[in-house]
């Protein structure tokens, strides 16, 4: 499976390097089951440089409207050869496990799917906080094929407006029948 990981960055340098060698680990999870790489939506030249350092794609837009910036990035996105889009947060670190977990609804041809309950860790305070709701952001894919249908409108627009029934429980996968 060809799963492109896809994120915006913004500044905490020393935050994004931790994501990006989170990305390394991924690349390294069950290499003959997931053909991963990744495209950054950066906005300066030292967040791309940064991860073109550790051999990720990246674009520079402005900053001033984030879900303009993610939908430049996921248009530029069209351009790689991906089955999934991945999206993550620059300061997201997910576990190789989560792909296996979503492996299922991969083969299915989901259309769209993520998680419903997400945990965070604070570095500095050492505490955790568990997040419920509706599909997370750190962790949500996109089929290609949904992407295409969307007509390069972008992540936001589509979760916003498109129109589907959602099915699952809490901290269950979730899926959007399209």
Known sequence: MKILIFFAAWKRLDVLDICLKGIERLKKYNPEKYKISSLAVCSNEDEAELIMSYGNNAVIYSNDFLGAKKNYGVNKAMDYDFDYLLEIGSDDLIHGSLLDLYYDNMVKGEKFFGVSRCM????KTKETAVFDGSFIGAGRMFSKELLKKMGGYGIY??????????????GQVLNLKC
């Open 120 to 123: 965070f860790f604070d570095l």
């Open 157 to 170: 627009l589509c979760t916003a407006s498109f129109q589907g029934e959602i099915s699952g429980k809490k």
